[in-house]
């Protein structure tokens, strides 16, 4: 197993990402499913051209007035399309800001959960966004807790962290299991 690590975060390693998942995905007999941060769907496509079928892919996009309000980043023909190719689609509030970040927003201070969150970005900021995408979408009951599974974050648009995790649902958050680094940025 080797670790690919990118010179900085972003887009630009997208497919690179990809291509390494991809790779670890073919070594192991143990994992079928694969969720994804994509906010606009673009690189969860990318990501079922290149597992061709290999495991279920999952999506988590922003939920609802993320950047705008009554407006998703993530568009009904974007929705339809990841839908006809067996990708389903979590639209929900984020595992470690959500109303936290209303209550924080108005009074200031911090949240339990924002501890976690930077924790998790002492590491890498991708790899904060799978643990969370992890859990939102374990909490939708949309991936098995207990198996192993790829999740793939980033920060801002594309990917570039993936990570091989044992998901939990958010009220045994601490429970989560990271096992395997696949890639990430070095900054």
């Known amino acids: 197993m080797k670790i690919t690590y990118f010179e900085k975060q972003g887009e ?40 061709n079928g290999d495991a279920e892919i999952v999506n988590v996009t922003h939920h609802s007035g993320f ?7 993530i568009s009904d023909e974007m929705l339809d399309a990841l839908e006809e190719k067996g990708i389903s689609t979590f639209i929900g509030s984020h595992a ?7 209550v924080t927003n108005k009074y200031g201070g911090y949240a ?23 859990i939102m979408a374990a909490d939708a009951g949309l991936i098995p807790v207990g198996e ?25 958050l601490f429970d989560l299991k990271i096992h395997e680094i696949i890639a990430m940025p070095r900054d």
Do not use: Q, W
């Open 96 to 102: 470690f800001s959500g109303a936290n970040r209303g």
């Open 12 to 51: 630009d390693y997208t497919d690179e990402l990809i291509a390494a998942v991809k790779e670890r995905l073919d070594e192991s007999d143990d994992i079928d499913t694969i969720v994804i941060a994509s906010s606009t769907g673009k690189s969860a496509l990318k990501l079922y051209d290149a597992v």
């Open 148 to 172: 192993e599974i790829i999740a793939i974050g980033g920060r801002g648009s594309g990917v570039d962290t993936a990570v091989i995790l044992t998901p939990v649902n958010a009220k045994d």
């Open 67 to 73: 950047k705008e309000e009554n407006t998703l980043d």
């Open 112 to 134: 339990p959960l924002d501890i976690v969150a930077d924790t998790l970005r002492m590491i890498s900021h991708g790899v904060k966004v799978a643990c969370e995408i992890s």
